[in-house]
């Protein structure tokens, strides 16, 4: 008889998380194969984004992560490793799914940790957000292979003043991308 290894059903769930998380990146498509394995385990490595105590702590793992991912995600066809943003903006839906919409590491956790995540910001986002701060955005690339780490801070900056200031602080950076990709991509 063959021996399964079995887990709790709370990690088989996150798990579970993490793959539809995954899945949901477009980003995916420009990766080598096997890298969604990859991704899976260290976004499960500990610390992990989803257990995180304080935004900092979010943070620090974030960067962790995204800086991993230049060094150990390479892009299909042999065309280098992938960029901060490219990687940011992959984890960035996959938290969003962990997070936002499965819920984990539980509900009450969530909605704190709701807060601290960023945009999943794609192309069309950052030329629309370019247009409506062109001072700001005066240095960006066209693309997220362009995007490294401050970049990508700057991004998310831009993304926060913008919900300050057009949606009078009513929604997180991840419903921004909820209502904006939409928008954006019809």
């Excluded at 096997?34 to 899976?40: A, D, E, F």
């Amino acid at each position: 008889m063959h021996q399964l290894k079995l887990s709790s059903s709370e990690e088989a769930r996150l798990h579970f998380a993490v793959e539809i998380g995954l899945a949901s990146s477009a980003m995916m498509r420009l990766y080598q194969k096997g890298s969604t394995k990859v991704l899976q385990d260290k976004i499960l490595a500990k610390p992990r984004a989803f257990e995180a105590e304080t935004e900092e702590q979010y943070k620090s793992i974030h960067r962790i992560i995204c800086n991993w991912g230049t060094r150990n995600i390479e892009l299909s066809k042999g065309n280098g490793h992938a960029s901060y943003g490219q990687i940011a903006k992959t984890l960035d839906v996959a938290l969003k799914v962990i997070i936002y919409f499965c819920h984990l590491p539980d509900c009450d956790k969530s909605k704190r940790i709701s807060k601290w995540l960023n945009a999943p910001v794609d192309t069309n986002m950052m030329a629309w957000l370019k247009k409506l701060y062109p001072e700001d955005a005066k240095s960006w690339p066209t693309t997220l292979g362009g995007v490294d780490d401050d970049l990508y801070a700057s991004i998310q900056r831009i993304v926060r003043k913008f919900i300050d200031e057009e949606r009078s602080g009513d929604i997180t950076p991840v419903e921004f991308d909820n209502i904006y990709w939409e928008a954006l991509n019809r």
